[in-house]
């Protein structure tokens, strides 16, 4: 079991830059894969834009492959999300979620959610 606390969201300009982590305040994260959702004002939750493997591998949505990256440092039971170009769409609610199974990403059905970091891109 494991309890996951996000941060790092904020306000940032469009172009910019930010780096979400994803931590696990109980339990430890080296058994599981973990994703990142996220969730627009007034919209439903996306699927899951990035995850990453209990071995490492990752996978990112098309749409934001070549803005956002995912990474682990088990030594600090810590997932991070790093996102570049920052555009006003893609302010949201990151939500980030862990599971034993990668499959279970496909259809956001994942055991362990953190209650979200706010992402907002303004000028």
């Known amino acids: 079991q494991v309890q996951l606390v996000e941060s790092g969201g904020g306000l940032v300009q469009p172009g910019g830059s930010l780096r979400l982590s994803c931590e696990a305040s109980?339990?430890?994260?080296?058994?599981?894969?973990v994703g990142w959702f996220r969730q627009a004002p007034g919209k439903e939750r996306e699927q899951a834009l990035c995850i990453i493997g209990k071995d490492s591998l990752t996978f990112c949505q098309d749409y934001v492959k070549d803005r956002f990256a995912i990474s682990r440092d088990n030594a600090k039971n810590t997932v991070y999300l790093q996102m570049n170009g920052l555009k006003p769409e893609d302010t949201a609610i990151y939500y980030c979620?862990?599971?034993?199974?990668?499959?279970?990403?496909?259809?956001?059905?994942?055991?362990?959610w953190g209650n979200g970091t706010l992402v907002t891109v303004s000028s």
């Open positions: 109980v339990g430890s994260l080296d058994h599981y894969a």
């Open positions: 979620a862990a599971d034993t199974v990668v499959a279970g990403f496909v259809s956001a059905d994942v055991d362990y």
